[in-house]
């Protein structure tokens, strides 16, 4: 598991959020979103949209880019997917540990 432990924490954290989750989803199936259509999306104010996007932004889930005056957000897949190594990793390593568990208490 090579994934830095600070990295893993700013995801978890971004993913904490009801509404970053639900931002991340419309995301991927409408790549290249300014705030506004994502706040025509969403029940929520294009004001808190940018700021959840921020969120999303440092966690280095999504990606903006600046297309004439509007700005394009994007999702960025690779922090989700090291985060899912790591947290198959950490499944992993329970799975051991409950087997071994097994084992021992067959034995007996």
Sequence with gaps: MNTHK?????V???LADPTRRRLLDVL???????ATALAEKLPV???????HLGVLEQAGL??????????????RPERL???ARWMHGVAAAWDE??????????SQ
Excluded: H, M, Y
């Design 45 to 51: 104010t294009r004001q808190a949209i940018v700021k």
């Design 81 to 83: 997917e090291s985060t």
């Design 12 to 14: 978890l954290v971004a």
């Design 62 to 75: 999504v990606e903006a880019r600046k297309q004439g005056r509007e700005v394009q957000f994007s999702v």
């Design 97 to 106: 540990r409950l087997n071994a568990i097994k084992r021992l208490a067959e």
């Design 28 to 34: 991927s199936a409408r790549p290249q979103t300014t």
């Design 6 to 10: 600070g990295d893993v924490d700013e």
